[in-house]
């Protein structure tokens, strides 16, 4: 059994919706573009290394057991090294495509039901926690507030502003943030409140919206257009946020790492030189932004998780919660002016 032709099958039985996920609900297409792509690098591995990728099912002997271990350990060693070596892959990609594997013997396992073992368990699957950029308050405000962004700033990159505000404010993704209609806006009591199911996780949420978001919705306001504001696509609106922040000055050093094979890699820009603040700013920065300036500012978690459309068991929720230096070096603040004011007990 050749595990391309299962994997073929397994992409196309996930588009029709044969194959589901456990919870019952369909791949999403992003899920079933990393399957293609994981079948672009085992064509690519197989055709340089003239690796055979056969998938046998087990007879019950104990030299075929043996083989087969033998078999796949080779091949996770081989094709491990060939996305680091050959293609460059950091942890985190190689342990997405190294999952992906193994949701393709379950798959033959349990699913077509044939019996080839358990092998891929011993798969390691790397990962490492990204470090990511926020917008603290006080940067929030100087974009709310400045009357020199508006001079300096043109009609493109003013929008990008509005629209990041929107973002911060709302913690939606870029990809519901883009969506949103004059129905997902809800006056209660004389306030403004965004009402919306979120694609990725079908979680309904209701965010507030103070005046200044009001007043940005209000201002793109145009009756030939289902959308609030006129979004830009994904990858325009990231290279016109880095232009953005770059006009606000935001511009330190960021030192940007990647783990390969656990060892810190260290990034650069072009001619070596280190990334800068406004180089890593995209727009999933505005969602990541208001969640941790939220939980900074005093929200409690539950709240926090409600407006993001978080499960409460979401592991995902605590990767956006980034404080930034600044913000460390004040709750630290805190704690040792508390233990100056202490008194020692007798």
Sequence with gaps: MNILNVLSKLIIDSKNGRRIQRNGK??????????????????????????????????????QFCNEKTFWNDFYFKFTKFLYNDLGHRDNNVGRNIKLLKSIFNYINEELGYNIGTFHKRFYSPSEEVDFVILSPNRINQLIHSTKLELILDNQLLLVKDIFLLGCV????????????????????????????????????????????????????????????????????????????EYCGFTEPVQK??????????????????????????????????????????????????????????KEFFRYVNFSQSILDQQINIYHDALKKSTLLE
């Design 170 to 245: 709302t913690a939606l993704r870029y990809s519901d943030l883009s969506n949103l209609t004059d129905s997902n806006i809800e006056p209660i009591n004389g306030s403004y409140f965004i009402k919306i199911k979120a694609k990725k996780t079908n979680i309904s949420t209701r965010i507030k919206l103070p005046d200044f978001a009001m007043a940005i919705i209000n201002k793109y306001k145009h009756p030939s257009r289902k959308q609030l504001l006129p979004f830009p696509s994904n990858s325009v609106m990231n290279k016109r946020l880095k232009k953005l922040m």
């Design 257 to 314: 790492s990647r783990l390969a094979r656990g060892l810190t890699i260290n990034l650069f820009r072009k001619n070596n030189e280190t990334y800068r603040f406004c180089d890593l700013v995209s727009t999933h920065t505005m969602r990541r932004t208001a969640i941790t300036n939220m939980l900074y500012l005093g929200m409690n978690e539950n709240t926090v998780r409600q407006i993001s459309g978080h499960s409460p068991n979401s």
């Design 26 to 63: 369909r791949l999403r297409p992003n899920s079933i573009r990393n399957y293609v792509m994981l079948k672009k690098y085992l064509v690519m591995f197989s055709t340089k290394y003239q690796f055979k990728l056969k998938v046998q099912i087990l007879n019950g002997t104990q030299l």
